[in-house]
């Protein structure tokens, strides 16, 4: 009886001992399952605060402007922008009313009656200067709420973020001014006559006619003047780290030139290109009419290669926007595939 009853203890003790190392596992398991959780929690979080630095950083994206047009087009009159897939455009078949249309060429919309070039457009509106006033207008995307800023304009208009850059009509010497979006703000950069305007990063670059038409920058805030080259320019297109030009000291050739004011240099010695002040320079190459083939378009690379010819007939004002390039002869706005193609009238 006695060996019975020391066998049944046995038992107990093994079957406590397995209860106990049951317990003990599971103990183990539920402390690395909340170590895991826990980790998996911190990484998400940590994805979460790079995600939403990522999106503080001021950048264009697909549905939203942060600079209103590209710099090319504004030194091209600014006939045409685009936010998302919507391409806003000046419609000479209609008194160069602004119409937006998607990029499939579908919802084609009227959005004001009044004369309208140097077109931006920054998240929900449309900036533009009106020849009838000679003023900087805006109004909601949609057409509505039109308001025109009590400021005159010669041309250039540059909206960046929530400032506005542009020579100023009323003032002697049509200086670089700048104004705040809503109207406030207006503020004197510079004391001299200055054309083709290009705003990049907290730098304006511009063609200084008090001294030639020589190349000058100065910072967003006026300060920091630097006079860039001695030659005359017209057409300046800032792309990268280079300044793009036709060269009228050199009988309009292209040129090209370091921000900084370094190398400068005909892009290509080979070409006998007048070039004309209708340069514009987009996914490495620079667009341009030529006057010694009947003002048509050309483009030709960044490095000088590959000098190709695209249409056929008198050409200014060459707006980039997407695959296509708007332009327009003396009365009618035009667009083609940036390879020449498909070239049709716009209204």
Not at 183 to 198: A, P, V
Request: charge should be negative; hydrophobic fraction near 30%.
């Amino acid at each position: 009886m006695m060996h019975k009853n020391k066998k049944t203890n046995n038992l107990t003790k093994f079957m406590l001992v397995i209860i106990a190392a049951i317990l003990i596992y599971l103990i183990i398991m539920c402390g690395v399952l909340i170590f895991v959780l826990n980790s998996s929690n911190s990484r998400e979080e940590t994805n979460i605060s790079i995600n939403e630095s990522k999106t503080s950083i001021p950048i264009n994206n697909k549905d939203k402007n942060i600079r209103g047009n590209t710099t090319g087009n504004i030194r091209n009159s600014g006939l045409a922008a685009i936010q998302g897939d919507w391409i806003y455009y000046s419609n000479s078949s209609d008194g160069a009313s602004i119409y937006k249309i998607k990029t499939d060429g579908t919802q084609k919309i009227k959005l004001n009656d009044v004369p309208s070039t140097n077109i931006n457009i920054v998240g929900d509106w449309v900036y533009y200067k009106s020849f009838s006033s000679s003023t900087i207008e805006k109004m909601k995307i949609d057409g509505s709420e039109n308001t025109q800023l009590n400021v005159k304009v010669d041309s250039y208009i540059n909206v960046v973020g929530d400032w506005i850059y542009y020579n100023n009509f009323d003032d002697d010497q049509t200086c670089i001014y700048k104004i705040k979006t809503d109207g406030t703000q207006k503020t004197k950069l510079n004391n001299e006559t200055s054309y083709d305007i290009n705003i990049v990063d907290d730098w304006i670059y511009y063609s200084s006619a008090s001294d030639g038409d020589s190349l000058y920058k100065i910072k967003t805030d006026g300060t920091q003047r630097k006079k860039l080259n001695n030659s005359k320019n017209l057409g300046i297109v800032v792309y990268n780290d280079w300044i793009y030009y036709a060269n009228y000291s050199d009988w309009g050739t292209i040129y090209k030139i370091r921000i900084d004011g370094t190398d400068e240099t005909p892009l290509n010695t080979q070409l006998n290109t007048e070039a004309s002040a209708y340069l514009n320079v987009s996914d490495d190459w620079i667009y341009y009419q030529n006057p010694n083939d009947n003002f048509s378009v050309y483009k030709i690379k960044i490095d000088g290669s590959e000098n190709t010819k695209l249409n056929n007939t008198y050409s200014e004002s060459i707006n980039i926007v997407g695959d296509w390039i708007y332009y327009r002869d003396e009365k009618t706005l035009y667009k083609m595939k940036i390879d020449g193609s498909e070239i049709s009238n716009v209204d």
